[in-house]
């Protein structure tokens, strides 16, 4: 999904976010995504606004330096966003990629000068790690990344907006006869809380992983003598 606006009058919206007291123009956009959620749930009108108690806006400017062996290397390794709706403005040199057929494959999204590109979060939807939110997995979040390439630099500015660390997250709305994806309410803190655990238990996996790969490269004839799950399996 994208909304498209003027490129132009982004520099002059990012600078107004900065100012206390103005109302910032980029949440209008993203209450404008929300109320595209609301509308596709058959939710009531702010109903997503209301879940989120306030919405609390964070924002991430993101230079990638060119890079001579891109194949290499990641910009951004890949993520979904923990909140309830990302905007991000690319600029027009491309790398953010997003993934379908259920993670299976990579696809790149291709730059729109003055659009944003609008990704759900963990909040909004559904995690990799199978807790569902919101839209009781309905609305998928977006699993993406960002790559480099050895021509030009790339810039992209994101802004998080994010629900209150105390908002209750549950999905919004059961359809007849679908299960609740959730055990148990939670608050967005908590939630963000386990992803963080998660993500440092991936990462604690990987390094695991790649070290045992290093033994039975450096002595093939060794076989590890501990368990793990397989490399292919940890690194996907
Ligand atoms: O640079 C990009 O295109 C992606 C940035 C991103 O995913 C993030 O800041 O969370
Ligand atoms: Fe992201």
Not at 22 to 48: D, H, I, T
Request: hydrophobic share 35%; with cysteine; glycine share 8%.
């Amino acid at each position: 999904m994208h909304v498209g606006r003027g490129g132009a009058r982004l520099e002059r919206d990012i600078h107004i976010l900065l100012i206390p007291g103005e109302e910032p123009r980029l949440l209008a956009v993203a209450g404008e995504a929300g109320r595209v959620e609301e509308e596709a749930m058959g939710l009531e009108k702010e109903a997503v606004r209301e879940a989120c108690i306030e919405m609390e806006q964070k924002l991430a400017v993101n230079f990638y330096p060119k890079c001579p062996q891109p194949d290499l290397t990641l910009g951004l390794k890949r993520h979904t966003d923990p909140g309830t709706i990302t905007l991000l403005l690319q600029d027009q040199v491309g790398g953010l990629q997003a993934t379908r057929d259920n993670g299976n494959t990579w696809i790149t999204v291709k730059p729109i000068q003055g659009a944003f590109v609008v990704n759900l979060g963990d909040h909004g939807h559904a995690t990799r790690f199978a807790e569902e939110y919101l839209s009781n997995g309905r609305f998928r979040n977006a699993d993406h990344q960002a790559v480099v390439n050895s021509n030009s630099s790339r810039l992209s500015i994101a802004t998080f907006q994010n629900p209150s660390p105390e908002a209750i997250v549950y999905p919004l709305k059961l359809r007849e006869g679908e299960e609740c994806v959730m055990n148990e309410p939670i608050t967005f803190s908590e939630m963000y809380r386990r992803k963080m655990a998660k993500d440092l238990e991936l990462a604690r996996l990987k390094k695991m992983a790649k070290e045992q790969q290093q033994v039975v490269s450096d002595k093939p004839q060794d076989k590890p003598n501990f368990e793990s799950k397989s490399l292919d399996h940890i690194l996907a």
